[in-house]
């Protein structure tokens, strides 16, 4: 699944939820969407800012 990738080293809280967003609007299964949310941060997003972004997108 080819994503749009921004690039930003230390992404905010607020592009890391939109990112998220999108990724998981554009569907697969869970492990699909984790390894697409993995692919397009490379690591710049932390952990927590991930799950702080998964956390607020299940309560909306």
């Given at each position: 699944?080819?994503i749009?990738?921004?690039?930003?080293?230390n992404?905010?809280?607020?592009?890391v939820?939109?990112?998220?967003?999108?990724i998981?609007?554009?569907?697969g299964?869970?492990?699909?969407?984790?390894q697409?949310?993995?692919?397009?941060?490379?690591?710049?997003?932390?952990?927590?800012?991930i799950q702080?972004?998964?956390?607020?997108?299940?309560?909306?």
């Amino acid at each position: 699944m080819a994503i749009f990738y921004r690039g930003e080293k230390n992404p905010t809280d607020a592009i890391v939820e939109a990112d998220v967003f999108q990724i998981v609007r554009m569907g697969g299964t869970a492990p699909e969407i984790i390894q697409s949310i993995k692919d397009h941060f490379k690591g710049n997003a932390t952990e927590a800012q991930i799950q702080k972004a998964f956390k607020n997108l299940m309560e909306k």
